[in-house]
């Protein structure tokens, strides 16, 4: 009985599960968030490049593709609230992502020059030479005028992604804004959330593309209809989000979703949840818990355990000490149960 939209980057391709998902067809903006404004963020100057990683036009918010998203959601907003019926608008943006182009204004929130970069540039100290970061920004951008590496490359990285953030709340606070007009925000279900954490320079790294805390990490916000309002640092899962909805709507979950309802966290935010987090990308197995995360690489079982609570920045591999020991069993037996978990299931 719902009516069901999705505007903007929600899945990873406009015609992905098209058919079984939505009301009417899939929208994505004409603006291509991979394409600057400016001529010259479009010279290519390396093989394979897309064109320059960062751009900070002198535009209005819709003349990039996540102001037009906020734009069409809005409208969309006000076309379900006179359809009446119940629905289920989902509302992707593409920022903070790469490349880093934002209108000018939001780059001027910051000075360049107060922007602390990482202090720990540098590889993980017994890391497995499988860990790997994202190599996109090296190989499909051009870093114009900086050196790869260098502080004044790391300041300027931090500072277009911190512009695309800050892009990117306006766009939230434009349709939360339009939510309230319109009178839909006391029995509407609201969620913010990522799709993965991102690097920003720690390890000299930049991006996602593994399982090390920073990349694994989301936002996950949610207001409506009984939560209570608090911060719960329980942990939980993405794959819970789908079933959590369900439960919140009335509607019952379908035997095929993974993950389980986090409800009970709505109401009492300093409620526990999940003993650990299962994560997973290519050759990277993980589970991650209060106190720990532990990694197998598939290509020759390298491990990597970091203590969270001593090392949150996951600077030093503690998988080989003997101090370590029993903990390093327990997180290798906790991995390989939601690991087989994973592999029984069947849709």
Known sequence: GYTTITNGKIFHHRKDTQDRSWSEPAWKSDIHPLR????????KKGKGTIGLIYEDADVADDKYSDGDTARKTIADLKRLKEGGKPF????????????????????DLYERDQI???????????????????NEYRKQYDLGEYEDGSEDFHRMMRHGYLACVSYVDKQVGKVLAELEALG?????????????????????????????????RVPLIIRGPGVEAGVSHAIVET???????????????PATVQGKSFTSLLGDPSASFRDAAYCRYYA?????TEGFSYTRLGEGNS????????????????????????????????????????????P
């Open 116 to 134: 602390k970069i990482a202090d720990n540039r540098y590889r993980p100290k017994h890391a497995p030479k499988g860990l790997k970061g994202s």
């Open 184 to 216: 839909l925000a006391d029995n509407t279900i609201v969620v913010i959330w990522g799709d993965h954490g991102f690097h920003l320079g720690e390890h000299t790294f930049w991006g996602k593309h593994n399982t090390m805390h920073l990349a694994t």
């Open 303 to 346: 491990e990597m355990l970091y203590d969270l609570k001593e090392d949150p920045d996951e600077n030093v591999n503690v998988a080989g000490e003997e101090a370590h020991a029993e903990t390093l069993v327990r997180m290798r037996t906790l991995l390989d149960e939601r690991d087989a978990a994973a592999e029984a299931w069947k």
């Open 284 to 288: 990277y197995n993980a589970v991650i």
């Open 239 to 253: 794959s819970d989000l789908f079933p959590t909805l369900c439960e919140m709507a009335g509607v019952e979950t």
């Open 88 to 107: 289920f608008l989902a509302c992707g943006f593409d920022k903070p992502h790469l490349p880093f182009y934002a209108p000018k204004r939001y780059w």
């Open 36 to 43: 600057g404004l400016k001529p010259e963020t479009m010279i």
